[in-house]
């Protein structure tokens, strides 16, 4: 079955500092693998998808992710954060050509220290 | 704002008792799709409904049955309500059924059972 891991729980970063919140996966194939923001009150939202081609994928708030088959990864980055990226990230995949049936990691709360 | 509804916002409610979540899908969108995010199993996904039929279901309890309806818009009913049930419940709409197509999130029903 598939399944994510997201390792960090909890992440505090100053503002302007870079950020990286790791994401892996586990399943036989390249899945389609996504980063969703959610912030206090709100739904999700997408910030970026991956389905095949380029592994350096480009997103919206400036956020971007690369996928690493040969590490079963999908890494998130931002090269300076703002306040306003306090928020929890979520890393889910889903199957290609599959119904669509997104599996979520645990997420990763992000804090950002002035 | 997705464009995605939920009614109502939040909802309490005492155990043993039944509840019936709201979701209007955004316009032009067929499929519906339902997810609850609790603090202990993170957030899973429930059931998906495409143009009126069900197309894939997660781990959805049996005390638990949604339906969408001919005008797209979609309920999930929760019956004999327990402690355990406390959670938020979001619905998602996409335009096709596949995992292709992007999911947009409401902005949940907090439910809490007392």
């Known amino acids: 079955a598939q399944s994510v891991t997201q390792p960090d729980i909890h992440i505090t970063v100053s503002e302007g500092a870079s950020l990286e919140l790791r994401c892996n996966y586990s399943?036989?194939?390249?899945?389609?693998l996504f980063w969703y923001v959610q912030s206090p009150g709100q739904g999700l939202q997408l910030l970026l998808k991956?389905?095949?081609?380029?592994?350096l994928v480009q997103g919206i708030k400036g956020f971007e992710a690369e996928f690493k088959r040969s590490q079963s990864s999908f890494n998130l980055r931002k090269p300076s954060v703002h306040w306003s990226d306090a928020a929890e990230y979520f890393c889910?995949?889903?199957?290609?050509?599959?119904?669509?049936?997104?599996?979520f990691g645990a997420g990763t709360r992000l804090a950002v220290h002035p | 704002d997705s464009g995605v509804t939920q009614t109502p916002k939040h909802l309490i409610t005492a155990t043993g008792q039944r509840v019936t979540l709201r979701c209007s899908p955004r316009s032009g969108d067929l499929s519906v799709y339902w997810y609850q995010q609790s603090l202990d199993q993170g957030l899973q996904f429930l059931i998906q409904y495409y143009n009126g039929e069900e197309r894939a279901k997660g781990n959805i309890l049996e005390r638990f049955s949604a339906q969408q309806f001919p005008d797209l818009h979609s309920e999930l009913n929760l019956s004999s309500l327990e402690l355990g049930d406390s959670a938020l419940y979001f619905c998602a709409s996409s335009v096709g059924d596949r995992s292709s197509y992007e999911q947009y999130f409401g902005p949940g029903t907090r439910l809490t059972v007392t």
């Open positions: 889910a995949v889903g199957i290609p050509g599959g119904y669509n049936k997104l599996i």
């Open positions: 399943y036989g194939a390249t899945p389609y």
């Open positions: 991956y389905f095949s081609g380029d592994t």
